[in-house]
T-cell receptor, first 113, second 115 residues
């Protein structure tokens, strides 16, 4: 059973426009959420995170929104740049214990010049 | 410290052979994780260490898999009698747990191909 779902496998946007990547989760015990970016043949790179006590976290061009009641989070990238083209993974953690990451399947973002 | 380091980057082995991978975490990190990623999937948790103690193992980790973290520093992941289904990217991550929100940092992975 997929506890973290990224239902859209891919997204294509024009350079300069906004990219919105969505993620849904089912486990109410998750209380910390992260986005990772991955290029081919490399490991995931941490991008931004949000704790369940917040509904928004911003870092430069990247903003993550959390809607706990809907068990939904989204990553906004604005403006999108060609270098943002990669696979983006949403991950969730239930803090305390191992704090292992539970990942979605990923979404491939393509930013066209 | 340049981050989490994994060796080798690529490994091709014949079915039935044993393989061992190494991970060197970020030096001050007390937690170390192994994940496995197959095509079209996100990374899946395999096991985790807090210092030198292996505290959790996934059901994905069959008895052909063993991991160690002697002295709470580097870690090794060994797969015995490899099968074609073991072909995947094996990822190591480390983090420092202090009770607050903390992110895990990943190495570049070891790509295993079993032929």
């Amino acid at each position: 059973d997929q506890q973290v779902k990224q239902n859209s496998p891919s997204l294509s946007v024009q350079e300069g426009r906004i990219s919105i990547l969505n993620c849904d989760y089912t486990n109410s015990m998750f209380d910390y959420f992260l986005w990772y970016k991955k290029y081919p043949a490399e490991g995931p790179t941490f991008l931004i995170s949000i704790s369940s006590i917040k509904d928004k976290n911003e870092d430069g061009r990247f903003t993550v929104f959390l809607n706990k009641s809907a068990k939904h989070l989204s990553l906004h990238i604005v403006p999108s740049q060609p270098g943002d083209s990669a696979v983006y993974f949403c991950a969730a953690v239930a803090q305390g214990g191992s704090e292992k990451l539970v990942f979605g399947k990923g979404m491939k973002l393509t930013v066209n010049p | 410290d340049t981050g989490v380091s994994q060796d080798p980057r690529h490994k091709i082995t014949k079915r039935g052979q044993n393989v061992t991978f190494r991970c060197d975490p970020i030096s001050e990190h007390n937690r170390l994780y192994w994940y496995r990623q197959t095509l079209g999937q996100g990374p899946e948790f395999l096991t985790y260490f807090q210092n030198e103690a292996q505290l959790e193992k996934s059901r994905l980790l069959s008895d052909r898999f063993s991991a160690e973290r002697p002295k709470g520093s580097f870690s090794t992941l060994e797969i015995q009698r490899t099968e074609q289904g073991d072909s995947a990217m094996y990822l190591c991550a480390s983090s420092f747990s202090s009770g607050g929100d903390t992110e895990a940092f990943f190495g570049q992975g070891t790509r295993l191909t079993v032929v």
